[in-house]
């Protein structure tokens, strides 16, 4: 099987969209092959037919014929197997957009102030945004200027252009967050940034997870700064977690819809906190009736009525925390233009600039995505040069850059040490030294076993069944980040072996302002 990118080539015949017969296996690092080692604990009338070596998963498709109890059995056996981590069912997720009657005229970028920031920079064309949703009409008049690349994960090809003008998601979703701005034509996106379209949801509007995880995994290896993920549905899954610590381990932030079932309970992938989770707001900044909220909502922007373009070379206003996920994408985009930013940066960055609307903090998270602030605010508050798109402006309403900012204040600590086999951990404290803001730990460990990482805000050493926060791939490199910790009690981290031996690095960066 030819491989690209980690992403081994799908069986000839392999049906696109969701797969819903299929069930998806987790391989441990420390197994001697990845299809192998699940090929040998599959039934007969059961094929291996994709896998993904980033994130280190295999599909295997049961006939269309097999009762339920084929698959049940098999993920309760299969589990029980050394190097195996889980077994889940291929699931499906869906676009999450309803359509509005049209309005007569566009209010978004100037409800995020996006005039005032594109007066020092209107996006840089070397930031790339990936967009993971269906699949985007690159030659669009707004769009074609800015489209870098992609890649179609539903047909297994190169092409992700939408299969008809029903398939309008995707389009709409890179309009908002990378559509031109000043070319005489159609809307004003968020950004000038650079696209990627990663067609991982059908022309119906929905996708499988392996699908899914798939095109994060490649968003994130082709160097996406920022993955808009507007879909949701599928609940919570290993894969797709493993999947958004992947890409935020290699320097990509995740921003995720929140859902459109107008309840409290944050969607899958945005309740993650590898993901910046976005909530919608009507144009008069109240919560939109559509809305999902919850204590994982991290930031909101305008969701509701939104225009931009649409296959073919039209526009439309749709409606739903779709759109106000790539409003935070784009803005995130601009931000990086002006500022030089790791990806747990900006998301301190776009909090902590956001402008509070007066909601409760499990509907507006920090506040409400502000694209000045973000374009006008020194992040670390020296009052010094920005990036490779400006110079450093203070154009935006950001109030000064005296005020004290996330990071302005940075403490590092690591160690190294070794496990010796999957009985053996080590646990780490951590005294904080200032006001924190922000912790980031990342472990780093041999490419052939499997070490977990986890994580207590104080209440002394974590256990592999009682943590306040884990990270768990399949490989030994973990990454957990917590917005503002808990600091009356001291930090304490779990390396746990979970299969093969080594050396590690721990690595604790504590961010206070």
Same mark, same amino acid.
């Given at each position: 099987?030819?491989?690209?990118?980690?992403?081994?080539?799908?069986?000839?015949?392999?049906?696109?969209?969701?797969?819903?017969?299929?069930?998806?296996?987790?391989?441990?690092?420390?197994?001697?092959?990845?299809?192998?080692?699940?090929?040998?604990?599959?039934?007969?009338?059961?094929?291996?037919?994709?896998?993904?070596?980033?994130?280190?998963?295999?599909?295997?498709?049961?006939?269309?014929?097999?009762?339920?109890?084929?698959?049940?059995?098999?993920?309760?056996?299969?589990?029980?197997?050394?190097?195996?981590?889980?077994?889940?069912?291929?699931?499906?997720?869906?676009?999450?957009?309803?359509?509005?009657?049209?309005?007569?005229?566009?209010?978004?970028?100037?409800?995020?102030?996006?005039?005032?920031?594109?007066?020092?920079?209107?996006?840089?064309?070397?930031?790339?945004?990936?967009?993971?949703?269906?699949?985007?009409?690159?030659?669009?008049?707004?769009?074609?200027?800015?489209?870098?690349?992609?890649?179609?994960?539903?047909?297994?090809?190169?092409?992700?252009?939408?299969?008809?003008?029903?398939?309008?998601?995707?389009?709409?979703?890179?309009?908002?967050?990378?559509?031109?701005?000043?070319?005489?034509?159609?809307?004003?996106?968020?950004?000038?940034?650079?696209?990627?379209?990663?067609?991982?949801?059908?022309?119906?509007?929905?996708?499988?997870?392996?699908?899914?995880?798939?095109?994060?995994?490649?968003?994130?290896?082709?160097?996406?700064?920022?993955?808009?993920?507007?879909?949701g549905g599928g609940g919570d899954t290993q894969t797709l977690k493993n999947a958004v610590s992947y890409a935020l381990s290699?320097?990509?932030?995740?921003?995720?819809?929140?859902?459109?079932?107008?309840?409290?309970? @944050?969607?899958? =992938? /945005? #309740?993650?906190?590898?993901?910046?989770? +976005?909530? %919608?707001?009507?144009?008069? *900044?109240?919560?939109?009736?559509?809305?999902?909220?919850?204590?994982?909502?991290?930031?909101?922007?305008?969701?509701?009525?939104?225009?931009?373009?649409?296959?073919?070379?039209?526009?439309?206003?749709?409606s739903g925390t779709s759109m106000a996920a790539p409003v935070v994408s784009g803005v995130g985009g601009l931000a990086l233009?002006?500022?030089?930013?790791?990806?747990?940066?900006?998301?301190?960055?776009?909090?902590?600039?956001?402008?509070? @609307?007066?909601? =409760? /903090? #499990?509907?507006?998270?920090?506040?409400? +995505?502000? %694209?000045?602030?973000?374009? *006008?605010?020194?992040?670390?508050?020296?009052?010094?040069?920005?990036?490779?798109?400006?110079?450093?402006?203070?154009?935006?309403?950001?109030?000064?850059?005296?005020?004290?900012?996330?990071?302005?204040?940075?403490?590092?600590?690591?160690?190294?040490?070794?496990?010796?086999?999957?009985?053996?951990?080590?646990?780490?404290?951590?005294?904080?030294?200032?006001?924190?803001?922000?912790?980031?730990v990342e472990l780093s460990g041999p490419s052939d076993a499997t070490f977990d990482l986890y994580v207590n805000e104080g209440?002394?050493?974590?256990?592999?069944?009682?943590?306040?926060?884990?990270?768990?791939?399949?490989?030994?490199?973990?990454?957990?980040?917590?917005?503002?910790?808990?600091?009356?009690?001291?930090?304490?981290?779990?390396?746990?072996?979970?299969?093969?031996?080594?050396?590690?690095?721990?690595?604790?960066?504590?961010?206070?302002?």
């Open positions: 099987m030819a491989s690209l990118g980690g992403l081994a080539q799908a069986t000839p015949g392999r049906s696109p969209g969701p797969k819903e017969g299929e069930v998806l296996v987790g391989v441990a690092a420390s197994a001697d092959g990845l299809e192998s080692e699940v090929e040998r604990h599959a039934p007969g009338d059961a094929r291996v037919v994709h896998s993904n070596e980033a994130i280190r998963y295999v599909a295997v498709r049961f006939p269309a014929q097999a009762p339920d109890r084929a698959s049940e059995n098999f993920i309760e056996a299969i589990t029980q197997r050394e190097h195996i981590r889980y077994a889940e069912r291929n699931v499906t997720y869906e676009a999450l957009a309803t359509n509005d009657p049209l309005w007569s005229e566009q209010y978004a970028p100037e409800m995020v102030g996006c005039p005032e920031a594109w007066e020092t920079t209107p996006g840089d064309p070397a930031v790339t945004i990936s967009v993971v949703d269906q699949g985007i009409q690159y030659d669009h008049p707004d769009l074609e200027a800015g489209y870098e690349d992609g890649r179609d994960f539903v047909d297994g090809d190169g092409d992700p252009y939408p299969v008809s003008v029903e398939e309008n998601h995707g389009t709409h979703v890179g309009g908002i967050a990378a559509g031109r701005t000043g070319n005489g034509t159609g809307h004003a996106g968020i950004s000038d940034c650079s696209l990627l379209s990663a067609r991982a949801l059908g022309d119906g509007g929905g996708g499988s997870l392996s699908d899914v995880a798939d095109a994060i995994t490649w968003s994130a290896d082709q160097g996406a700064a920022v993955i808009n993920l507007s879909l290699n320097g990509s932030l995740p921003v995720a819809a929140a859902g459109n079932d107008g309840q409290h309970g @944050v969607s899958y =992938p /945005a #309740a993650y906190e590898e993901c910046l989770a +976005v909530s %919608a707001l009507d144009p008069d *900044g109240s919560l939109a009736w559509y809305s999902n909220w919850g204590e994982e909502i991290d930031l909101a922007a305008p969701g509701s009525d939104v225009l931009s373009a649409v296959p073919f070379d039209d526009y439309d206003e749709f233009s002006q500022w030089d930013l790791s990806a747990s940066d900006l998301r301190l960055h776009l909090q902590a600039t956001a402008e509070d @609307v007066g909601l =409760p /903090a #499990a509907r507006q998270g920090s506040g409400r +995505v502000d %694209a000045a602030a973000a374009v *006008g605010t020194d992040p670390d508050g020296s009052g010094g040069d920005g990036g490779d798109g400006g110079d450093g402006g203070d154009d935006g309403d950001s109030g000064g850059d005296e005020e004290p900012t996330c990071g302005s204040e940075t403490e590092t600590a690591t160690v190294t040490d070794t496990l010796s086999g999957w009985t053996d951990s080590d646990c780490w404290r951590y005294p904080w030294r200032t006001d924190p803001c922000q912790v980031v209440g002394g050493c974590p256990t592999t069944g009682s943590y306040d926060h884990r990270s768990y791939t399949m490989g030994s490199e973990e990454t957990i980040v917590v917005d503002s910790p808990d600091a009356s009690d001291d930090l304490y981290a779990l390396v746990d072996a979970w299969s093969g031996s080594g050396s590690y690095e721990l690595t604790i960066t504590e961010k206070g302002d």
